[in-house]
């Protein structure tokens, strides 16, 4: 784990490592007061291990805090959603849901709208007291921005520049009971510190908060629904499209491959030309050659004529002495 830190920090200079080690584990708010104790930052945020940051994360919270919270001297949080995602089978990732939004006065006392990644706070809360309480192992950060409302302000941006992955193994019956028990721990922690008349609105706004979730939530799945539909048109446009455009490219491939039967056929036609003339100009070369051969005198010829000459020579002999 050390030298995969180390050698992101090797990439990223400016960021300086400060790794605390446990010999044996102590729990997630034991861990989470640890980091808090040792950051020397300005800021503070937290990340769980299977969680992630988009780039522009953390730049975007603390443009924001700048912007809200610098000139007015007031201490303040900001926060902003977060993609809640699955990794399927097939290790792709998928969108379940947006998680955050932003907070209504007292809201936070009926429940948590900020996963812990999305909160950017001042380091100096922790000298406020503001730390986690090591009796809560569930919903532990719910308690910590319980405890920052009561020194601080938070404030919200409407930006999704995170991710956390929800397991969906852990939604049985046990998993269940353990959130039910840590509801209870919460509200027998925070709600006693209300009064009668903030615990009576409390309640009359608990159905108004839940009526704009289950709203937020279908509004949420209408975007999605739409946004699948308009990726299976385009799905079937692009399908289609590639159908035409097989279908163009085949009519090249026939038309192509017709085109090379031809010129095949007509260089077999060619070759075929080429092999009769060769056999016509073999055929003429050897009538060219009887002919020659006719044309030249027979040897019996010559013996004839010599023959012939000698007994006209004998003659004239002859005629010579009578």
């Not at 201490?75 to 290790?91: E, N």
């Not at 499209?241 to 279908?247: C, L, N, P």
Request: with cysteine; glycine share 4%; proline share 2%.
């Amino acid at each position: 784990m050390l030298t995969l830190l180390n050698t992101l920090v090797d990439k990223t200079h400016d960021v300086e490592l400060n790794y605390v080690a446990h010999e044996q584990s102590q729990g997630r708010t034991q861990a989470a007061n640890a980091g808090l104790l040792c950051a020397t930052g300005e800021f503070s945020i937290f990340l769980d291990d299977d969680d992630y940051f988009d780039p522009s994360h953390i730049s975007k919270l603390v443009q924001a805090h700048i912007s809200v919270f610098q000139d007015n001297n007031i201490l303040g949080a900001v926060h902003c959603r977060a993609r809640a995602v699955h990794i399927d089978g097939q290790g792709e990732e998928q969108l379940l849901s947006l998680q955050g939004g932003p907070l209504a006065k007292d809201q936070l006392f009926y429940q948590n709208l900020m996963p812990i990644l999305t909160v950017l706070f001042p380091t100096r809360v922790r000298e406020l007291g503001t730390t986690f309480d090591d009796s809560i192992d569930l919903f532990e950060d719910w308690d910590f921005w319980l405890q920052f409302n009561r020194v601080g302000r938070f404030h919200f941006i409407d930006e999704v520049t995170c991710a956390y992955r929800i397991h969906l193994n852990q939604s049985g019956a046990q998993e269940q009971a353990k959130q039910e028990a840590a509801y209870e721990t919460i509200y027998n922690k925070w709600l006693p510190s209300l009064t009668h008349k903030e615990l009576t609105l409390l309640l009359a706004k608990t159905h108004q908060w839940h009526e704009l979730r289950v709203a937020a939530l279908q509004d949420q799945n209408t975007k999605e629904l739409s946004r699948i539909g308009d990726l299976h048109s385009f799905a079937l446009k692009t399908i289609a499209d590639k159908d035409q455009d097989i279908a163009h490219l085949t009519r090249i491939y026939q038309r192509v491959e017709k085109e090379c039967q031809e010129k095949e056929a007509a260089l077999k036609s060619e070759k075929k030309k080429n092999l009769d003339y060769k056999h016509y100009q073999a055929s003429l070369r050897k009538e060219e050659r009887e002919i020659q051969r006719l044309r030249r005198p027979h040897p019996l010829y010559f013996l004839y004529r010599c023959g012939k000459s000698a007994i006209h020579f004998c003659r004239n002999i002859f005629k010579r002495h009578n």
